[in-house]
């Protein structure tokens, strides 16, 4: 075995990159796989969705237009914030 001089680059950037990084699919996958499940809604979670939607798909509200690139309708925006005592930016 001969031992030698070496030059070692290391650049953060390329290394956690786009290049590296799953796609949506693929990290689900791998999780999965891994058996971690932080991703994935229990199947008690997803009857408890579907028992909480079901009034709504059966009766929709009517659709309310609004001005693209704003916040939403009023006043359902004012009803959604209000009660939290939020607010939204101004620049939009």
């Not at 009517?62 to 959604?80: N, R």
Request: aromatic residues 10%; glycine residues 6%.
């Amino acid at each position: 075995m001969n031992l030698g001089d070496a030059t070692m680059v290391f650049r953060y950037a390329d290394c956690f990159t786009q290049a590296n990084s799953l796609e949506g699919y693929e990290h689900l996958i791998l999780l999965a796989m891994l058996g971690d499940q932080s991703l994935f809604t229990s199947s008690d979670g997803i009857e408890r969705l579907w028992e909480i939607s079901e009034p709504l798909l059966q009766d929709p509200p009517p659709v309310e237009p609004y001005a693209p690139g704003s916040w939403g309708p009023e006043p359902a925006i004012s009803k959604l914030t209000a009660p939290f005592h939020w607010h939204l930016p101004d620049d939009r």
